[in-house]
């Protein structure tokens, strides 16, 4: 991946969008915590400032080491840590790549490293729906056993209509991002040279 002006772009929003997303974990951990504590305060017979302080340490145990590992493998160039090049392209001409490679089109010669680098992430989605789909369904069908779905208390059929909702979202997804992944793949037999 060259430094290019879209290359630079893309490094620059993925940086915004993962600051923006530790701010807002940062802000809402505290919040669910200190809702979560007047909840059950009952139970917990503790102080709710030692409390908050802990979740809020939560934040600085696992998220801010991610967020600065990812970052510092962007830097050392490492292909994984590397934002979707598509990050630095906007509007119209956007949806031009993702239609062409969608319809197995070429792309006009500008947007060729761009193209190629969105194909290539589309044809890799396939591994990661072909393993998570699968356990997701299980894990689904294990919540609604440990549920017990034929129950007739309106929170467990609540939780149970959810969760088969969610399952029936991820199969549609997969089946989505399958095909998305096939014509990626033919996108870069026919058009990368």
Same mark, same amino acid.
Do not use: K
């Given at each position: 991946?060259?430094?290019?002006?879209?290359?630079?772009? $893309? !490094?620059?929003?993925?940086? +915004?969008?993962? /600051?923006?997303?530790?701010?807002?974990?940062? &802000?809402?951990?505290? @919040?669910?915590?200190? @809702?979560?504590?007047?909840?059950?305060?009952?139970?917990?017979?503790?102080?709710? #400032?030692?409390?908050?302080?802990?979740? $809020?340490?939560?934040? %600085?145990?696992? *998220?801010?080491? /991610?967020? &600065?590992?990812?970052? #510092? +493998?962007?830097?050392?160039?490492?292909?994984?840590?590397?934002?979707?090049?598509?990050?630095?392209?906007?509007? /119209?001409?956007?949806?031009?790549?993702?239609?062409?490679? !969608?319809?197995?089109?070429?792309?006009?010669? =500008?947007?060729?490293?761009? %193209? @190629?680098?969105?194909?290539?992430?589309? %044809?890799?989605? =396939?591994? @990661?729906?072909?393993?998570?789909?699968?356990?997701?369904?299980?894990?689904? *069908?294990?919540?609604?056993?440990?549920?017990?779905? $034929?129950?007739?208390?309106?929170?467990?059929?609540? /939780?149970? *209509?959810?969760?088969?909702?969610?399952? $029936?979202?991820?199969?549609?997804?997969? =089946?989505? %991002?399958?095909?998305?992944?096939?014509?990626? +793949?033919?996108?870069?037999?026919?058009?990368?040279?």
């Amino acid at each position: 991946m060259g430094d290019t002006e879209v290359t630079d772009l $893309a !490094r620059r929003r993925q940086t +915004r969008l993962l /600051a923006g997303g530790l701010a807002l974990y940062a &802000v809402l951990l505290p @919040i669910g915590c200190g @809702i979560g504590f007047l909840w059950i305060d009952e139970e917990l017979d503790g102080d709710f #400032w030692l409390f908050l302080l802990l979740m $809020a340490g939560l934040l %600085a145990v696992h *998220i801010v080491p /991610a967020v &600065v590992f990812v970052l #510092w +493998r962007r830097r050392r160039g490492v292909r994984w840590a590397q934002p979707p090049l598509l990050m630095g392209v906007y509007g /119209a001409r956007r949806a031009s790549v993702i239609h062409s490679i !969608r319809a197995g089109q070429p792309v006009e010669a =500008r947007d060729q490293e761009v %193209a @190629i680098d969105v194909a290539h992430r589309m %044809a890799a989605r =396939r591994h @990661i729906v072909v393993w998570f789909v699968p356990v997701y369904v299980l894990i689904g *069908i294990a919540l609604l056993v440990v549920l017990g779905w $034929a129950s007739a208390s309106i929170p467990v059929l609540i /939780a149970s *209509i959810t969760v088969l909702f969610s399952m $029936a979202v991820m199969l549609v997804s997969s =089946r989505l %991002a399958l095909r998305n992944a096939d014509r990626g +793949r033919v996108w870069l037999e026919q058009h990368s040279s």
